[in-house]
């Protein structure tokens, strides 16, 4: 949420005018001087106040870093996992040898190398339906291009997505309710950031109906709006409005909007950017065609597009798009082209982790070990006799204290909590959902725990 944000402009703005590290200036400050807003990718720097402000290195899950103003490297236990693009660990060794392979051979050639295809192959036969891929970089990449392969395939305009609502269910007035709500986060392309600054309304809003996750009557009062110029439906792997408790779809509400996608003549988008082998069993069919317990066939509700990205790769910017036969001349049609999409180390990177994936089968150990934080969260919380909701799938884990309910935009708690935790070398975040990898062990979340426990006592001045 930027509204959050703006706040620590004004604080990297004061350190980039007082912070001096030896005889030159600090980081902070050099940052701030080259950085509009301070900003390197959407945030500033410090947003938090807390925490590393630069990394140094990483490895498994752990990560050095400086405040930017000392030269001393702090190390902290990471749950942000590159908000989601390590699965593995940082510097996973089978990785890593395989990206200097290839790197050897070439980087980014004039053509594709034979791994765009070894690598679309292998990504399409994990997805039931799945015939073809679009292989791009970011995650914003494989959005855009879905968007326009539905418009494509439809001729028509209009995408449906979900409306966000971290305390919709609070009971509280609707007008008040109503101020928290955003759209949920498909991309940083213009055709998914209504209201921002620079961004026109014909551009985004104008073709955008909300709805909300979970709940099939909005979805088809969305199509009623629609009118009959629906293009696609959106919808995430989970529910994550930012700040708010995360939400895992229902098989119900799965496969209701395949029936009302097929009824309505659009497309169903899966963006599964952040679950991508984090949720369900893995490399199986995804954790979407997993929420059946009744025997219903996957591809039955399967999505016509899926959307892959974040730890796909370990860390190496790669992208996924993979569709059905149905969206299969859509995509022919459009336009997803970027110059370094034809980069051949992060597809090196992405065989090496699926392989790696497979072989270890390391989801069950994420799972144990997000299930022992959720576990040791609850208890300290209980323990203290703190109100707090462990959300989300056990490798993508999330905290909230019903005392900031009433104030998801600022979460003064959680903010105190997970800065105290950041005192004692765990980094969490009080805004944005968690991330295990293969690379934390028991001993790193008892180590976490430890840290935990003494934030939660550094916060009950705050719940008196």
Not at 88 to 105: D, I
Request: hydrophobic letters at 40%; proline letters at 5%.
């Amino acid at each position: 949420d930027e509204r959050l944000f703006d706040c620590f402009c004004a604080h990297i703005h004061s350190q980039a005018s007082c912070g001096m590290a030896g005889s030159g200036r600090s980081l902070v400050a050099r940052a701030a001087a080259v950085f509009p807003g301070g900003k390197v990718t959407r945030w500033p720097l410090q947003k938090m106040d807390f925490g590393p402000v630069f990394l140094t290195r990483g490895s498994g899950c752990r990560v050095w870093g400086t405040d930017g103003v000392t030269a001393t490297a702090t190390e902290y236990i990471d749950f942000m996992s590159g908000f989601g693009a390590s699965i593995l660990g940082y510097c996973h060794p089978v990785v890593e040898e395989a990206v200097q392979v290839q790197s050897q051979n070439g980087m980014t050639l004039t053509g594709p190398t034979s791994l765009s295809v070894d690598l679309a192959e292998r990504i399409v036969g994990l997805r039931p339906g799945a015939e073809w891929a679009i292989l791009g970089k970011n995650g914003s990449d494989v959005t855009t291009a879905a968007a326009r392969a539905a418009r494509a395939a439809t001729g028509r305009s209009k995408l449906l997505r979900a409306v966000d609502n971290p305390v919709k269910n609070l009971g509280l007035p609707p007008a008040q309710a109503d101020s928290f709500k955003g759209p949920a986060y498909h991309g940083a392309t213009s055709g998914w950031l209504a209201s921002k600054a620079g961004v026109l309304a014909a551009e985004s809003s104008v073709h955008e109906i909300g709805f909300t996750y979970n709940d099939l009557e909005s979805v088809e009062s969305a199509l009623d709006t629609a009118d009959g110029d629906c293009a696609a439906i959106f919808v995430g792997g989970c529910s994550y409005p930012y700040s708010g408790p995360t939400e895992e779809p229902t098989f119900e509400f799965a496969k209701g909007l395949r029936d009302l996608a097929d009824a309505h003549g659009a497309m169903l988008v899966l963006d599964e950017i952040r679950t991508n082998f984090r949720v369900g069993s893995g490399l199986g069919p995804g954790h979407w065609a997993e929420l059946a317990d009744d025997g219903t066939d996957p591809l039955s509700f399967a999505p016509d597009m899926h959307c892959m990205c974040k730890a796909l790769a370990n860390g190496h910017p790669l992208a996924a798009l993979v569709g059905n036969a149905a969206a299969r001349e859509g995509a022919a049609a459009i336009t997803a082209s970027g110059t370094y999409w034809l980069s051949a180390p992060p597809m090196a990177a992405a065989l090496a982790t699926l392989n790696e994936i497979e072989t270890h089968g390391h989801m069950n150990h994420m799972q144990a070990m997000g299930i022992r934080l959720r576990e040791g969260l609850e208890g300290q919380a209980a323990q203290r006799g703190i109100d707090v909701t462990v959300s989300g799938p056990p490798a993508m884990p999330f905290m909230t204290f019903e005392v900031d309910d009433l104030t998801p935009n600022t979460r003064a708690v959680a903010l105190a909590w997970c800065a105290a935790a950041a005192e004692k070398g765990v980094w969490l975040h009080p805004f944005h959902n968690w991330y295990i990898t293969a690379a934390h062990s028991a001993g790193d979340i008892d180590q976490t725990l430890t840290a935990t426990e003494f934030a939660f006592d550094a916060c009950l001045p705050l719940l008196d």
